[in-house]
């Protein structure tokens, strides 16, 4: 493997270094995750010179974002004794993999573990010149909708920023998309798109899934545009204004009912914050974040949601929305108890929401041999952890 030789411009310099301010007890700090001035704070705090952490900021910066690198020995434009002090006092760690499952489509599940001895899920779905990551903002759920496995797990924690951001660096480093050192440039993206669609709520891990989008969407780093982002939530009403000013990237709603009795069923956060009140918060949202649009989840249950009559109220709902209908056939699970709407029926409920002015794209179900498709996110492991401990049902 050869050794990354990085940005030139900056010349290698010998650091002065200064007292510390105070780092965080308890060991090595994580790097990954912070953002740019806790980066340039948690360096001074190490002994940096208050004249020269931006600049030891940027370059560190590019090392972990824009090259890939985990060992501060690769740093080759520090000099050998800051390498030896950020080795001192910071980390560059990723969740590990526990196990990398290949669909027969390409789609890519990782189980990862984090801190505490905790486990999440990602997964890579792969498409022609470009791929989508889906990763997760919580260990478990605390949304309980009833067609989700992953909503039957209860909530462990939130996940750090870090945490967060490590799923993608995780992924490129299985997809191999870091730039080789003196390679001609390439554009081709193989993580084009993140979708915070995984396990859990993001908007109940806000300042995390905020501080993680900052980092991916930074320009000398992973460099992700923020209309390569969609944050998906149930509707967590109070931090959808929040998240057009703080993160401004693209939303999806998972909506799947048009009328508050049959989604305070399948969407039980519903009874705090009506289909009236999440809409009426919608409304704002594209002007606010310069959103083209808002993309309505809307999963399809056989005898449900599924009728004529939902399909014209669900138009009726999100007129004046800039929106698009993604319907999604439901994706089974052990003891589900829900079937998948018959293909016929999905293809007349798109035909009245097409006809409706509204783009209404069917997902094509994808890793459903290795249950990574939607809803489905750890629940194959989870079963499995139940029936080797003797608790399965």
């Known amino acids: 493997?050869?050794?990354?030789?990085?940005?030139?411009?900056?010349?290698?310099?010998?650091?002065?270094?200064?007292i510390p301010r105070k780092l965080p007890e308890g060991g090595p700090v994580n790097l990954v995750g912070l953002t740019r001035p806790q980066l340039r704070e948690a360096l001074i705090a190490a002994g940096t010179p208050e004249k020269q952490a931006k600049m030891r900021e940027g370059q560190i910066w590019?090392?972990?974002?824009?090259?890939?690198?985990?060992?501060f020995a690769q740093m080759t434009n520090l000099a050998k004794d800051y390498r030896a002090l950020l080795a001192e006092h910071f980390v560059i760690g990723l969740p590990e993999v526990v196990t990398r499952q290949i669909s027969a489509d390409g789609t890519r599940k990782y189980l990862l573990r984090i801190t505490g001895g905790h486990e999440v899920e990602a997964v890579y779905i792969p498409?022609?010149?470009?791929?989508?990551?889906?990763?997760?903002?919580?260990?478990?759920?605390?949304?309980?909708?009833?067609?989700?496995?992953?909503?039957?797990?209860?909530?462990v924690r939130?996940?750090?920023?870090?945490?967060?951001?490590?799923q993608v660096l995780v992924a490129r480093d299985d997809l191999g998309e870091w730039p080789e050192p003196g390679a001609p440039k390439d554009e081709t993206r193989l993580v084009s798109n993140v979708v915070l669609m995984g396990m859990g709520e993001p908007l109940y891990n806000f300042e995390n899934v905020r501080d993680a989008m900052k980092v991916v969407m930074d320009g000398e780093g992973l460099s992700l545009s923020r209309r390569r982002i969609t944050l998906s939530?149930?509707?967590?009403?109070?931090?959808?204004?929040?998240?057009?000013?703080?993160?401004?990237?693209?939303?999806a709603i998972s909506f799947h009912a048009t009328t508050d009795e049959v989604r305070d069923r399948l969407v039980p956060i519903n009874k705090r914050w009506n289909i009236e009140t999440l809409l009426n918060v919608l409304r704002d949202y594209p002007r606010l974040s310069n959103s083209e649009r808002i993309t309505f989840e809307y999963v399809m249950l056989k005898g449900v949601n599924d009728s004529?009559?939902?399909?014209?109220?669900?138009?009726?709902?999100?007129?004046?929305?800039p929106a698009k209908i993604n319907l999604i056939p439901f994706n089974e699970w052990p003891g589900a108890p829900y079937e998948r709407s018959d293909w016929e029926r999905i293809e007349a409920f798109a035909d009245i929401v097409y006809k409706a002015g509204y783009a209404s794209p069917i997902r094509t179900p994808r890793g459903e041999d290795i249950m990574a498709a939607c809803g489905q996110l750890k629940s194959a492991t989870e079963r499995a952890r139940r029936e080797k401990t003797g608790l399965a049902g």
Request: negative net charge.
């Open 1 to 18: 493997m050869t050794t990354p030789q990085g940005p030139t411009a900056a010349p290698i310099t010998q650091d002065v270094l200064t």
């Open 62 to 71: 590019q090392w972990i974002y824009h090259w890939g690198v985990r060992d």
């Open 127 to 155: 498409e022609e010149n470009r791929g989508t990551l889906c990763i997760s903002s919580q260990v478990g759920c605390t949304l309980t909708c009833s067609f989700c496995h992953t909503g039957t797990q209860k909530l």
């Open 158 to 166: 939130n996940l750090t920023a870090g945490e967060i951001v490590g």
């Open 233 to 251: 939530t149930s509707g967590v009403v109070p931090e959808i204004a929040r998240t057009a000013e703080e993160i401004g990237c693209l939303l």
């Open 308 to 321: 004529d009559a939902d399909a014209r109220r669900l138009v009726k709902l999100i007129a004046g929305i």
